[in-house]
């Protein structure tokens, strides 16, 4: 099963996205994987089966969103250095949206730029990080706010990687379809309001739709300059809300949740959609015992936050809302009031 992302430009950076058909992968150059303990623990032994190159370095880093940072790509890129990486080298990603990001990051800016693979193996990553080339760590001042868009060479998903999930890094996965789902695709909402996600044959099926969704997205704008920011839904609030809770107390994917329920919210205020809307988007994620409630301490620190976002722009902070189940709307105009009032709600 494969889906094509087409990036058509002066030179065609197309590839594909592989789902259950990870074949052996034979390099004539140097190949590093960039993994974690964690991840490595589960999977490494049968991807070493399955990749051959000229050589093969692992490179390890520690698990977690808190070293999704510069010292951790420093240490990546001097790894890369020791092991006498060159500009035909490749990296390989194995691991969850965070050893994608700054694999690619690293890849990116590893003399200028070399090619890289993503394995991804959680259903965040396989759904959605591993997908369309944004690449970054975070700092200080935000999420992903230093990066770059660097597409990988190939994409390869193995369902069977999911089983060794923890419950919750599953559930964080199922936010980001959730978010597809409202803003693009209101049968496939429908469709997951009567269906179980964790069922194999609709894992895959699921999988498919949610990369087939962003695969549609990214090839008609690969840079965020129009509707690819509307993947962003719940996006806003949710990394605010990571920082304010400095990337310890929730995954990504239970950040987006309480994001897509403050932008509901929103949608509310402005009568985009009704409640009954709101109430069933919260049922589905409540369904995959996602967080759906947040205490702000102040209204005031969380509404300024928002300018450290990529999404703001000229003093203007853009938020993505849901118009009914199925469309959306790309807002930048909302007066500072009517957003205060939602966040004095979560106060």
């Known amino acids: 099963m494969q889906v094509n992302i087409k990036l058509p430009q002066e030179k065609d950076r197309s590839y594909n996205v592989i789902i259950d058909e990870l074949e052996y992968l034979k390099f004539d150059t140097k190949v590093a994987i960039i993994t974690n303990p964690t991840v490595s623990k589960y999977h490494l032994d049968e991807i070493l089966l399955r990749v051959s190159a000229d050589e093969l370095h692992v490179i390890t880093v520690p698990d977690g969103e808190k070293y999704k940072n510069l010292d951790t790509i420093k240490f990546i890129l001097g790894e890369c250095f020791k092991h006498r ?75 069977k990687f999911l089983k060794t999930l923890p419950k919750r890094e599953f559930s964080a996965g199922v936010a980001e379809i959730i978010k597809m789902a409202v803003t693009f695709d209101k049968d496939f909402f429908e469709w997951l309001e009567i269906n179980d996600i964790k ?69 509310l205020k402005l009568g985009l959609m009704s409640n009954e ?39 203007k902070i853009t938020f993505i809302l849901p118009n009914g189940i199925g469309n959306y709307e790309i807002r930048d105009d909302i007066p500072k009031d009517v957003i205060m009032s939602v966040l004095r709600d979560f106060e």
């Open 277 to 315: 809307e709101a109430i069933r988007i919260k049922y589905l994620l409540q369904k995959y015992d996602l967080p759906i409630d947040y205490e702000i301490n102040s209204a005031e620190d969380f509404y300024e936050h928002f300018f450290l976002d990529k999404k703001s722009n000229k003093n």
């Open 85 to 159: 990486l060159d500009r035909k080298s490749k990296l390989i990603a194995l691991g969850g949206g965070v050893i994608g990001d700054m694999t690619g990051f690293a890849a990116s800016v590893f003399q200028r730029g070399i090619e890289f693979i993503q394995i991804p193996t959680t259903l965040l990553a396989q759904v959605d990080a591993s997908v369309g080339g944004k690449t970054g760590v975070n700092s200080e001042y935000g999420k992903n706010l230093i990066g770059a868009f660097w597409q990988p060479n190939s994409v390869h998903c193995e369902t």
């Open 199 to 267: 069922e194999e044959e609709n894992l895959k099926l699921v999988i498919q739709k949610s990369v087939k969704t962003k695969a549609s997205v990214v090839s008609k704008d690969e840079r965020e300059a129009g509707i690819r920011a509307v993947l962003n839904y719940g996006h806003t609030f949710a990394h605010v809300v990571e920082n304010e809770t400095e990337y310890k107390t929730y995954l990504h994917g239970e950040a987006v949740s309480i994001g897509i329920v403050m932008a509901n919210e929103l949608a």
